[in-house]
């Protein structure tokens, strides 16, 4: 069965900390992966997404994934957090053919980013 | 701008009723998604529909069932609710092709006493 793992539950960091949030998959066939985010009383919205080419893919407000196949892994990053990056973070891998896809997420990274 | 709606944003239901959650999506997509929320379980998918009609088990589909009877429109019913239903429900749509990612709705909290 497809799973989708993230290592860190809960990541308190400070101001201008790097981050780095991991996320690996099991499924071995061809996925595309994304990252949302949960700003708290809002609704989870896309932050990037990876479906072919280059596997550093940019995102809005400063996010960064790198997707690496042999490690089935695609973690995010960012050199600088803020304050307003508190958030819930969710890792998604999707597979299936055209659009028929199932997308599993991860259980969620809880970020809080002190001032 | 894709816009989720869903009928409501807190329920309260007592164990043994029928519970109708209501999807509205104004984007036209051919995918729509129905998850629940639960702390340290994460998004767990229910079932997800691709088309009209057309509907398929996610994860934890049991004392669950959908309707899709139009496109813009997805509905979770729960037959008999029960208290470990209690929790946020979260609807999506995404268009059919593939790697488009999913539009949520802002969750309704069903609380089931």
């Known amino acids: 069965a497809q799973s989708v793992s993230q290592h860190n539950h809960h990541v308190i960091l400070s101001e201008a900390a790097s981050l780095e949030l991991g996320c690996n998959y099991s499924y071995g066939g061809t996925v595309n992966l994304f990252w949302y985010v949960q700003y708290p009383g809002q609704h989870l919205q896309l932050l990037l997404k990876?479906?072919?080419?280059?596997?550093l893919v940019k995102g809005i407000k400063g996010f960064e994934a790198e997707f690496i196949k042999s490690k089935f892994s695609f973690n995010l990053r960012k050199p600088s957090v803020q304050w307003s990056d508190t958030a819930e973070y969710f890792c998604a891998v999707a597979r299936g053919s055209g659009g028929y896809q199932k997308v599993t997420f991860g259980i969620g990274t809880k970020l809080q980013v002190i001032p | 701008d894709v816009k989720v709606t869903q009928s409501s944003r807190y329920l309260v239901k007592r164990t043994g009723e029928k519970v109708f959650l209501e999807c509205v999506q104004d984007?036209?997509?051919?995918?729509m998604f129905w998850y629940r929320q639960d702390p340290g379980l994460g998004l767990r998918l229910i079932y997800f529909s691709y088309d009209v009609k057309m509907k398929e088990k996610g994860d934890i589909p049991e004392g669950y069932s959908v309707s899709r009877e139009k496109k813009e429109r997805f509905s979770l019913i729960l037959e008999s609710a029960s208290t470990n239903q209690t929790s946020m429900y979260l609807c999506a749509s995404s268009p059919r092709q593939g790697g488009r990612e999913q539009y949520f709705g802002p969750g309704t909290r069903l609380t089931v006493t």
């Open positions: 990876y479906f072919s080419g280059d596997p």
């Open positions: 984007m036209d997509h051919e995918n």
